[in-house]
């Protein structure tokens, strides 16, 4: 009877290793074919103006390329934990075709076999948002969708990760990106990725297309390798804003309109005091108006710093960028 029972334990304990190796060769063949994306992020809506962001942070290499997808008038997407990166496009895809936020999660997640290695988020161009955390995600692992966005995270130094970023997003104001740098900011706080930190990135589309896509991207940063990607991902956007003062000043000129490029060129200047593109243009927009008496102590301070600014600056009569005096031009250039 001993021997019986024996064997009989013997079949059963193999029985379940084979079982147990099966399981892990099965889900180390998704691991093959997906990336790692273990990570936090958040998909969220502005409702004043209607923009629709995904921002996200990882201690993977370029994070941003993997997870976060969008599209202006359509919607944005986040597919992480060991990432089916399909979904990206084919979410977009499926909200192209008139498919609620909670449809497209629902049939993806259906169709895919690894579905429960999987952590995906999708928010629509109307602020509707849904996402989904599998079994099999490397715990703790979870989400919370509410007003306008989702968040969601897995393979956290503890529970309290994803909690933190939807209060941060629920009591914060401002620009849709800075909301979500704020988010992210709170999830690091609360303990972040339990293997540290490496890259982030940020995408923020306009919720109505304007058929021009090069206007319709409002916000694309990513920190692909940093010691601390979420403080670089934050001077970026600092520096993204800037140089969007500088774009407006860029505008104005083209329009003849000084007065305006000189508001736009000083915004810029006085965010980065030390930055010589900046400086420049706002010396060459003071040139333009006349007020060489501003215009000269900042060509002056450029030209020290670096000697090809002075080089340029004869390079902008020809295309009517610097219209001053042949007399004006020598006296810039003598500084």
């Keep these: 009877m ?61 994070v941003g390329t993997i997870v976060s997808w969008g599209e202006a008038g359509v919607g944005v997407v986040a597919t992480q934990s060991f990432v089916n990166a399909s979904f990206g496009p084919r979410g977009l895809e499926m909200l192209k075709k008139g498919m609620s936020p909670q449809e497209v999660v629902d049939e993806l997640i259906r169709t895919d076999e690894g579905r429960e290695f999987r952590q995906l988020a999708v928010l629509d161009s109307k602020g509707r948002a849904a996402s989904f955390t599998g079994k099999l995600c490397i715990q703790p692992a979870g989400n919370i969708v509410g007003k306008n966005f989702s968040v969601q995270a897995n393979l956290m130094s503890n529970d309290k990760v994803w909690h933190a970023m939807a209060e941060s997003f629920k009591n914060s104001k401002g620009p849709l990106a800075e909301r979500m740098l704020e988010a992210l900011e709170a999830a690091e706080k609360a303990g972040g990725d339990i293997r540290g930190k490496q890259s982030a990135s940020m995408l923020v589309f306009r919720g109505k297309s304007t058929g021009k896509v090069w206007e319709d991207k409002l916000v694309d940063l990513r920190v692909d390798d940093h010691p601390a990607p979420l403080d ?59 007020n060489m008496n501003e215009a000269l102590p900042l060509f002056r301070e450029i030209f020290k710093k670096n000697k090809n600014w002075k080089e340029l600056t004869p390079r902008l009569l020809p295309n009517g960028l610097l219209k001053v005096t042949p007399e004006q031009v020598k006296e810039i250039l003598e500084q």
């Design 2 to 62: 001993k021997s019986k029972f024996l064997l009989k334990l013997i079949f059963l304990i193999q029985f379940a290793i084979l079982n147990l190796q099966f399981s892990i060769v099965k889900a180390q063949s998704y691991k093959s074919d997906s990336p790692f994306a273990h990570t936090y992020s958040i998909v969220a809506f502005d409702e004043k103006t209607g923009d629709m962001g995904v921002a996200v942070q990882s201690h993977w290499f370029s």
């Design 232 to 290: 670089e991902l934050k001077r970026l956007l600092a520096v993204h804003r800037a140089y969007e003062h500088m774009n407006n000043g860029d505008l104005a000129i083209e329009k003849n309109d000084m007065d305006t490029a000189m508001k736009e060129y000083s915004a810029a200047m006085k965010m980065f005091p030390d930055n010589l593109e900046m400086k420049y243009w706002t010396a060459v927009a003071l040139a333009n108006k006349g």
